[in-house]
């Protein structure tokens, strides 16, 4: 049973920074997109950061970013703890929502549509004071 949690959300003054990390359990091929997406409340879902791995025979990565934080979220992955993280630095307050992290297990690249998701996380929330 493929299973996502997150950790790390809490409350920042603007321009502070949150480190996300997202524990993946149970999957087992070496093929995947993780990506963080974030919920403002009245908003659709939106894709922030992605990372696809394993669809490539010279075992590429790749990471993508939405164009709001670009520059100030980075995406990485430690295999060995089997976590994702995403780095945010110079947080805003509409960086403010609940924040997921999903993984797709057939869409490689900028897979920002979370039709595209298999597998979500409960969702930690992020909230960014002025």
């Known amino acids: 049973q493929v299973q996502l949690m997150e950790s790390g959300g809490g409350s920042v003054q603007a321009g502070e920074s949150l480190r996300l990390s997202c524990l993946v359990s149970?999957?087992?091929?070496?093929?995947?997109?993780i990506t963080w997406f974030r919920q403002a409340p009245g908003k659709e879902r939106e894709g922030v950061a992605s990372?696809?791995?394993?669809?490539?025979?010279?075992?590429?990565?790749?990471?993508n970013y939405a164009d709001s934080v670009k520059g100030r979220f980075t995406i990485s992955r430690d295999d060995a703890n089997n976590r994702v993280y995403l780095q945010m630095n110079g947080l805003k307050p509409e960086d403010t929502a609940m924040y997921y992290c999903a993984l797709a297990q057939t869409c490689f690249g900028r897979c920002f549509k979370p039709s595209q998701y298999d597998y979500w996380g409960q969702g930690t929330q992020v909230t960014v004071s002025s």
């Open positions: 990372f696809s791995t394993g669809y490539s025979r010279d075992g590429a990565s790749v990471s």
């Open positions: 149970g999957y087992t091929r070496t093929a995947y997109s």
